[in-house]
């Protein structure tokens, strides 16, 4: 059951629309020019830790721009429900408080309407060169070639801990 009115809804779709179109476009060209994304392991554990504080990272003319600055946050309030809780000038990430998460109950109140990057975490992340789950978080990115790197680690002489630490450290697990 979705807290969100018609109009608001109907927004929602055509900008999830387009949020799906634009990364399925970027994901491609990043294939193409040999980019491979770390691979999605794990479970959600459904702790809601990613709907607490959704963080968005905007590009230089939206965060210098006054009038796209105000259209972008305009945006999130109206439509997604997100409130500006904080910002850092040093990495242009907004901070927001999503008005559709339960702190109780831990659920989305529009969970079926949510938003494309509510949907698409955290495999947004598998993108960035150290991706970072937040804690608490049953998924973990792996490495595309794991089962062939942890056969040229199993032939290797080092100690246990060493070993541990480069199975982290390169995803391999």
Known sequence: MSADGGARLLLKRVALVWFMATHTVDRAIARVVGRRPLLLGGD???CGACCEA???QVGWFTWHFPTFRRAFLAWQTLVN?????????ESHVFT?????FDLVTRRCDSYDSRPGMCRDYPR???YQPSPEMLPGCGYRPVSPDAKRFLRVLDAQEMTDEQRERLKKNLFLE
């Open 96 to 100: 927001f408080r999503c008005t559709h």
């Open 54 to 56: 959704p963080a968005i």
């Open 44 to 46: 959600c554990q459904k």
């Open 124 to 126: 947004a992340l598998l």
């Open 81 to 89: 429900g997100f409130v500006e809780t904080a910002s850092d000038r």
